[in-house]
């Protein structure tokens, strides 16, 4: 009885062993495999009992429990021990050929034969798990391999093409930075050259090529590119400052030993907040300052030749006015007023010319007083009243009564003259103009605001150059000669102060002037 619940419990146990190792196996070989191989152990006892003694039956069957076990699994060699212990109980441990045992040394042995039986199906049993847990992981390791292998020449192949998109890219931008017209200079935070074109090098003729120069420091190379400006001391002070900075820096003008002028412009490159380089643009603008200079000349000659018979033709005017009270027509009335307005126009336009040749020649110095911005915006807006009824529009002013900037009355009154009777002109009727003004820190910043006919996209980077009239301005009023904008920005600067512009066409024009509040030379 305690043979058979050893059994029964250790079958229990046994149920819970994961036996998928040997689901592919034919269920009729597992089955039939524990009686074979006991028939033949039983065979084998027969023929070596007699020559090795009792302890034969024991030794033996072991083998097919071991093999049942190792090839069917826990239950056939569950199913071995127990047909072996009942065959070797009948045959060769009982007597008289019966299952009834009276030596108690036998039942002993019996007991340990099965309990042997039993750990060695469990042991087999185990160890194919383990063998199988480890097949398993090794098929799953080839698996992971082979999809890593597959992903890595994927990647492999993605960086390939990327590398080869790259290059392309790079001798694409390459060939374009060569073939501009402009010289080109590129360098990262650490001031090594990343790009840099031939026309570069021709602007500061320096006799290697481009490519010679990629990688190297900005300094390794500063003899020759400063050998041919005039100034290469103030050049390469000035170079550090703007790198240093960080700030955009347009216009900054370069002259050299040969009498050419090159213009630099400055723009530090920031990607996704962070700062990844520095370029520089070089453009040699010599011709256009001979343009310019000649522009200035032929102003200075004209204005100076214009102002006399100007003059003559003025006081005739008064003459012949005073002369012919009371007699004229109205027809004559009229091309009366049309020959004064014609004569203001024309001595306003001298004037400004020769205020510009002033300035240029460098004979105009700012005298610097105290003015109360609110009362000088204010008395401004009401010389300009007459104009604005004139076409029904409305005329706002709004500025803090506190705010007093040390600065030239005189020219800071034609500047914002010129900007709000342009506001004026160029706005249709019932529009309106916004003049408001603010303090920041140490500037005061006035902004000019119109709902007229704005400026076109195209031609907004010309608006502060001599002679430039915007298209959509010069159709409705032909007269004018584009030299308002450009006095503004002259006398601006005077000031040291600066100004900037957002136009949209048919929309209107904000014109944003900055001004220091003191005077700090």
């Known amino acids: 009885m305690t043979i058979m619940r050893m059994v029964q419990r250790t079958s229990q146990a046994a149920s819970a062993i994961n036996t998928e190792l040997f689901a592919g196996r034919p269920a009729w070989f597992r089955h039939t495999l524990p009686f074979i191989s006991v028939a033949l152990a039983l065979l084998a006892c027969f023929g070596l009992t007699p020559v090795m003694g009792h302890e034969t039956p024991f030794i033996i069957f072991f083998l097919p429990i071991i093999v049942s076990a190792w090839y069917g699994g826990f239950f056939p060699g569950l199913s071995a021990t127990v047909l ?48 199988a847990k480890r097949d398993d992981v090794d098929l799953e390791i080839r698996r992971i391999n082979a999809n890593l292998e597959q992903i890595i020449r994927e990647r492999t192949q993605s960086v390939h093409e990327m590398q080869q998109r790259d290059r392309a890219n790079f001798q694409r931008l390459q060939g374009m930075i060569d073939h501009l017209p402009i010289g080109v200079l590129m360098i990262d935070e650490s001031r090594s050259v990343l790009q840099i074109n031939n026309m570069f090098c021709m602007s500061f003729h320096m006799p290697e090529k481009a490519d010679n120069f990629l990688g190297k420091k900005l300094h390794e190379f500063n003899d020759q ?18 790198l240093e900075s960080k700030k955009t820096v347009i216009d900054y003008q370069i002259l050299m030993k040969d009498g050419r002028t090159l213009r630099r412009d400055y723009l530090p490159i920031f990607g996704e907040g962070n700062f990844q380089g520095h370029v520089l643009l070089y453009r040699d603008i010599t011709q256009e300052k001979c343009i310019d200079t000649t522009r200035s000349e032929f102003m200075s000659l004209a204005s100076h030749q214009l102002r006399t018979p100007l003059t003559i033709l003025k006081w005739s005017y008064n003459r012949l006015s005073k002369h012919l009270a009371g007699r004229l027509t109205p027809q004559d009335t009229k091309l009366f007023h049309e020959c004064r307005s014609a004569i203001e126009r024309m001595t306003q336009t ?35 009243k007459t104009q604005v009824d004139a076409k029904k529009q409305q005329c706002t002013v709004e500025c803090p009564p506190a705010i007093i900037v040390e600065t030239d ?12 009777t342009n506001a004026i002109k ?20 006035i902004d000019v605001q119109d709902t007229g006919y704005g400026i076109p996209l195209h031609q907004q980077q010309r608006i502060f150059t001599k002679f430039f009239r915007a298209d959509n ?6 007269e004018g000669f584009g030299l308002g904008l450009y006095l503004v920005h002259l006398l601006v600067h005077m000031l040291k102060g600066s100004i900037s512009f957002v136009s949209k066409e048919n929309e209107g024009t904000t014109f944003t002037m900055t001004l220091p509040l003191h005077n700090h030379e």
């Not at 590119?225 to 703007?242: M, S, W, Y």
């Not at 160029?426 to 910043?445: C, L, M, N």
């Open 84 to 131: 072996s212990s009942f065959i070797a109980l009948y045959f060769f441990i009982s007597p008289q050929l019966s299952f009834h045992i009276q030596d108690p040394v036998s039942v002993f042995r019996l007991s340990i034969f099965i309990f042997d039986g039993l750990i060695i199906s469990w042991l087999c049993q185990k160890l194919h798990n383990a063998i």
């Open 225 to 242: 590119r400063l050998e041919a400006v005039a100034d290469p001391g103030r050049v390469n002070a000035d170079t550090d400052v703007h």
């Open 350 to 384: 001298i004037d400004t010319m020769l205020a510009i040749s002033r300035i240029e020649a460098g004979k105009v110095l700012p005298e610097r007083n105290d003015v109360k911005l609110r009362l000088f915006l204010y008395e401004l807006e009401a010389s300009l």
């Open 409 to 420: 009355k005189l020219i800071l009154t034609e500047i914002l003259s010129n900007l709000m």
């Open 426 to 445: 160029y706005t249709p009727e019932r529009g309106r103009i916004f003049v408001s003004a603010e303090r920041q820190g140490d500037y005061v910043k």
């Open 473 to 478: 301005v010069s159709q409705r009023d032909p």
